[in-house]
């Protein structure tokens, strides 16, 4: 009986100190039919190109993808999903790492679970920079505890966070268009919506994988801080557009974003702007959620806030339900 063929699309820029890693962790894996690596790189101006290059030359399965220019996370992700033709389809950040046997029982997995569209599992947390472990990924980076069966619905809770690096598709389910690249970020969190849209995610509770943190994910998340609330909103109105039924689900997350923007911007001495999202959000709707926000822009100070974030289940029950 022929096995399920897989193809693992890696997604790399300036990663020459991670990449040869990544790179071994997917041609050491334990399944045998990984037909295709596809490593697209989005214009890195390191040796990052070299290293794909030369790992290519020894092993025929590495296709590199490789552009002159930068054209952002999607536009590359896309690049390679053009290319992929396996039954099942695994997505891998160049900095990231497959233990052993993770595609093997990904396969296995979703082979007896015929109407999942794709499995997630966890993955440890490493620290590149103090070089040690911090923990699983759903406890150092999530809220909560992963649901096994990840529907719509719990999707859109915004204490659930998966590892990008955790998930394999089935092929014929991934959207056709691929991810939107009118976006730099929350490009992942639609796809994921217009999978889910198909069917729903199973979780495996095991730890199959490493997500490492560097200096290069400090820039990237500051970053997002600075665009995150636009590229939410403008992922939200993508949603509502192209399926009008989630509009319940969005605008519940949409107030949570906002929310959690608001103490954002209290934590950074930013009030002016937190009691502007805060008008906001009674202008859209929600006038206790935003009212609410507006008092707390009062009363709040940097401290307290900072107290808040760190309590995650405090500030879990506040997303959810305030």
């Excluded at 020894?58 to 896309?78: H, R, T």
């Excluded at 679970?113 to 990924?137: I, M, Q, R, W």
């Amino acid at each position: 009986m022929r096995k399920p063929s897989v193809n693992i699309l890696i997604f790399t820029y300036n990663q020459e100190n991670l990449v040869k890693d990544t790179l071994e962790s997917v041609i050491n894996q334990s399944y045998e039919n990984i037909n295709r690596i596809i490593v697209a790189d989005d214009g890195s101006t390191d040796k990052t190109p070299e290293i794909i290059k030369e790992y290519a030359l020894n092993n025929p399965s590495i296709e590199p993808v490789l552009a002159k220019e930068n054209k952002g996370i999607a536009y590359n992700m896309n690049r390679a999903l053009k290319r992929a033709d396996g039954d099942y389809v695994s997505f891998l950040d160049g900095d990231d790492m497959m233990y052993h046997q993770k595609i093997e029982k990904q396969v296995k997995y979703l082979t007896k679970n015929p109407d999942l569209v794709a499995c997630t599992h966890d993955v440890d947390v490493f620290d590149s920079c103090k070089e040690k472990s911090l923990g699983k990924f759903s406890e150092v980076i999530g809220f909560n505890k992963i649901p096994d069966r990840i529907t719509i619905k719990s999707f859109f809770d915004p204490s659930l966070i998966l590892c990008p690096s955790s998930t394999m598709y089935r092929y014929e389910k991934i959207p056709c268009k691929g991810l939107e690249t009118r976006l730099k970020y929350w490009y992942d969190f639609l796809f994921g919506v217009e999978v889910l849209m198909k069917g729903d995610i199973g979780f495996m509770d095991e730890i199959l994988g490493m997500y490492r943190l560097h200096g290069a994910n400090a820039t990237q998340s500051q970053d997002m801080k600075e665009l995150g609330l636009e590229n939410a909103l403008l992922a939200y109105s993508i949603i509502i557009s192209r399926y009008p039924e989630l509009y319940p689900l969005v605008k519940k997350r949409r107030n949570a974003t906002y929310v959690s923007k608001i103490l954002e911007c209290i934590k950074k001495g930013d009030v002016n702007r937190a009691k502007k999202l805060s008008r906001v959000l009674m202008s859209e709707g929600s006038f206790i959620k935003g009212m609410g926000s507006y008092i707390l822009s009062n009363v709040l100070n940097e401290k307290r806030v900072d107290s808040l974030l760190s309590n995650k289940g405090l500030l879990n029950f506040i997303l959810k339900h305030f």
